[in-house]
């Protein structure tokens, strides 16, 4: 019922938020408090290694880079990562594995490490309302925004503090148009300093 009363606040609330807490793309990039936009691949990548702690173990590859033992080469350590580069693929999750994993599943989670909010509904400019609304609204903390260089922006923002908070923040959001299937933590999110169609996956938002 919690859930459900949520959901239609969010409904009622919906047309009022894309104005109250505009933010579009410009300004994000602007507002950047560094700039990161057109730092090259490799520095992108590598200022993108600095969100997470030194101790993670990061799943970097494409789709399909999991679940057979050939694949443990697709989970490595931020130090490993760091001499290597981009070069594993374009997706990573926004969570750390257990050492030694080959599939990326929520089974071999190792720590809920970031929250990654994008909509395939949404303009850039609106899903830019939605983190305005996360950040000065529900003070969740906003760690970077990536340019996926499709048609979104990947918001990657610090996990709630526990599941009931999780459950409530999720129904809200996908009432606003964000997409569900991201609030898996195991699921492919695109990583900076990779590039996708000769488009560059890129930072244009970092936190100090």
Not at 69 to 96: D, K
Not at 197 to 203: V, W
Request: glycine share 8%; proline share 6%.
């Amino acid at each position: 019922m919690v859930l459900e009363t949520l959901r239609a606040n969010a409904e009622r609330y919906k047309p009022e938020l894309f104005d109250f807490f505009r933010w579009p793309m410009s300004e994000i990039l602007d507002g950047s408090p560094l700039l990161v936009a057109d730092r090259d691949p490799e520095d992108q990548f590598r200022t993108w290694l600095k969100l997470w702690p030194a101790h993670c173990t990061v799943w970097i590859g494409d789709i399909y880079s999991s679940g057979k033992t050939e694949h443990r080469t697709h989970f490595r350590t931020l130090a490993e990562w760091y001499q290597i580069g981009p070069v594993m693929g374009n997706f990573t999750c926004g969570s750390s594995f257990k050492p030694g994993s080959y599939q990326r599943s929520n089974e071999n989670l190792n720590g809920h490490r970031f929250l990654v909010v994008e909509s395939d509904v949404l303009s850039r400019d609106e899903i830019g309302a939605v983190f305005a609304f996360l950040r000065r609204r529900l003070h969740y903390e906003l760690h970077c925004i990536i340019d996926t260089a499709g048609k979104s922006l990947h918001g990657w923002f610090e996990t709630p503090p526990n599941k009931i908070w999780e459950n409530r923040l999720k129904a809200g959001l996908e009432v606003f148009g964000c997409d569900p299937k991201v609030f898996t933590y195991s699921q492919p999110v695109r990583v900076p300093g990779a590039w996708r169609d000769g488009k560059l996956q890129r930072l244009i938002w970092l936190r100090q």
